[in-house]
């Protein structure tokens, strides 16, 4: 299998605390009183590409943004179960959901960037957080452009309106936003979908040099995609996940009948 690029993998059975970003355990999620996932169970690992695959409405999308409690926002939410970040249960009442959500960061399918300059969009963050020196900003602004890959393409101006770049550069100045405050996972939920194929390719790029200091989880319909940029795989069906293991394994040696159907376009 066409790998963009190779990687020590890990067993997900031995994973230690220390290689662990976040641990589910037994996580039951409902929406409208219907049952979106079913008693999920996995590891995912630090510093590593975890991409989440099946078919639309298979729960993946609810169970990445479970990951940073933005599916509370829906007002008939419920769940059972525990989602342990650093060993802490991020569903815990002393948590502090606006600093989890700093700490896990999360980028949608279709770019967002505030109606603001490129640099207000990226300091956005950090000035609800009360920081306003200006040289701080300026460092932070600069680096976190060079991380998204955007440096280059905006440092002449940074003051225009972000809502006049590319659909790639929005997408990439949304990752800057959130790198920005230094997240230690980033949740990705279809980013490239709306981007043209070479755009695609500078995404999943910036992508894999993320995970150098950043836990990365994507959720992608995209099979070639997340074989392409992921360490690690889950397979859900109908909330359940059916298969976890490194995406070598899983893309061309699958253990569930069901997932080598889904990979060769046997249904889904």
């Given amino acids: 299998m066409l790998k963009l690029f190779e990687t020590e993998t890990l067993s997900l059975n031995d994973l230690t605390d220390e290689q662990t970003a976040i641990k589910v355990q037994d996580f039951s999620v409902w929406l409208n009183d219907s049952l979106v996932l079913n008693k999920i169970n996995m590891c ?5 590409i975890t991409a989440m695959i099946g078919q639309s409405g298979c729960g993946k999308s609810t169970l990445l943004s479970s990951l940073n409690r933005m599916n509370e926002l829906n007002q008939k939410y419920a769940f059972s179960g525990e989602v342990l970040l650093d060993g802490r249960d991020i569903y815990s009442k002393k948590e502090n959901v606006a600093k989890l959500r700093t700490t896990v960061g999360m ?11 490129i640099y207000e969009n990226v300091c956005f963050g950090l000035r609800i957080q009360g920081k ?19 440096w280059d393409e905006v440092k002449d101006r940074l003051f225009d309106s972000a809502l006049l770049l590319s659909g790639g ?7 800057a936003r959130a790198l920005a405050l230094k997240p230690e996972v980033l949740l990705l939920d279809e980013p490239t979908s709306a981007l043209d194929p070479l755009t695609t390719l500078h995404i999943e790029e910036l992508i894999n040099q993320l995970k150098k200091t950043t836990t990365v989880i994507i959720v992608t319909h995209n099979m070639q995609q997340a074989a392409r940029v992921s360490d690690y795989a889950a397979f859900l069906h109908q909330g359940e996940l059916i298969e976890y293991s490194d995406s070598d394994s899983l893309f061309t040696m699958p253990d569930k009948k069901q997932t080598e159907d ?7």
């Fill in 107 to 117: 980028v949608f399918q279709r770019p967002n960037p505030f109606p603001m300059s």
């Fill in 262 to 268: 889904y990979i060769t376009g046997r249904y889904g």
């Fill in 169 to 175: 550069q929005q997408q990439r100045l949304v990752i």
């Fill in 132 to 150: 306003t020196e200006r040289r701080m900003l300026d460092d932070i602004v600069e680096r976190s452009l060079r991380n998204a890959a955007l």
């Fill in 44 to 48: 995912i690992p630090k510093n590593k």
